[in-house]
């Protein structure tokens, strides 16, 4: 194991949370806990025997390794300001694992403030969800200077299944966005799908092991198919950040001069559900837009002819 042994935590949501306690459980200490809901950071702190602290800086005082798991790129230039409270205040030294998805760019500038203070910084961007972090089988992507990618390999290596290392900054995070772009699709394929089955009067069931044994089976319908059909849209990933995801993505297809209207469909149907007051649902929520029988998709008739 790596001698970064204190690891810090800044983002506590179901995602950080996990990780922080799969790190526990396998030997490392965690031993800083942030996030903007201080309630949050308490609550997984006195799980892991962390100190909930209230500032970014105590974050990087007390750690070798500061992980971040934050919501967009706005957060993510917070916690790093080149002012006040930050993360990078005595940060020499010290190693940030930053894996929230962000815009390819935030990493690159996140990597040169780091190094600007002598520290380092990579991405290690995720792809699975919140039993995978809890469970340390979390598919990771990784970009950065190699050297700082070896220096915490151990550690992600007890966070994944499979771990990736892709190229300098910014690679990564650009593989992820393209990563959700297409899972996204997939999703509101599939809810288009099944209900347009629902509206023809056909069996779900038989609709989606039919699916499973022909071209349109893919892994979402594994993971989203049931939960569509009987409107079980717990959050694992919500729909705001699939609408996130699919502009990251979209704003890389504008720098390329490249056209991609089916991820523009999606983006636009994503952006519909937080227009609704769905966003917080599961990207499986989509299926809410699609199901002729649905409360969303007769309110989102009525906005058109509004």
Do not use: W
Request: with cysteine; net charge negative; proline share 2%.
């Amino acid at each position: 194991m790596s001698n970064d042994r204190n690891i810090g935590i800044v983002g506590t949501g179901r995602m950080g949370a996990n990780i922080a306690r799969r790190l526990k459980d396998v030997g490392y200490d965690v031993v800083a806990a942030y996030d903007a809901r201080p309630e949050s950071a308490r609550e997984i702190a006195s799980e892991v025997g962390a100190e909930a602290t209230t500032s970014l800086a105590r974050v990087t005082e007390l750690s070798d390794v500061v992980i971040t798991v934050v919501s967009d790129d706005a957060a993510m230039r917070q916690i790093f300001a080149t002012s006040g409270d930050s993360l990078l205040n005595g940060a020499e030294g010290k190693i940030f694992v930053n894996c929230a998805t962000v815009t390819p760019k935030v990493h690159v500038e996140i990597e040169a403030l780091a190094e600007s203070r002598k520290a380092q910084a990579i991405e290690a961007c995720m792809a699975s969800s919140i039993p995978q972090a809890r469970n340390g089988e979390l598919y990771l992507m990784c970009g950065g200077r190699k050297d700082a990618f070896e220096r915490v390999k151990p550690m992600l290596e007890k966070m994944s299944a499979s771990l990736k290392y892709v190229g300098p900054a910014g690679t990564a995070a650009q593989v992820k966005a393209l990563v959700n772009m297409v899972m996204n699709v997939n999703t509101a394929g599939l809810a288009e799908g099944l209900g347009l089955g629902d509206a023809l009067g056909l069996d779900l069931d038989v609709l989606r092991e039919v699916f499973s044994q022909t071209g349109a089976n893919s892994r979402v319908l594994a993971t989203d198919g049931e939960d569509m059909q009987n409107r079980d849209h717990d959050t694992y990933f919500s729909a705001e950040h699939a609408a996130k995801d699919s502009g990251i993505a979209l704003s890389l297809a504008r720098d390329a001069n490249l056209q991609l209207p089916l991820a523009r469909a999606t983006f636009e149907q994503y952006e519909k559900m937080k227009e609704l007051g769905l966003g917080e649902l599961d990207k499986s929520g989509v299926s809410e837009l699609t199901f002729t029988s649905r409360h969303a998709q007769r309110l989102h008739k009525e906005k058109q002819t509004s």
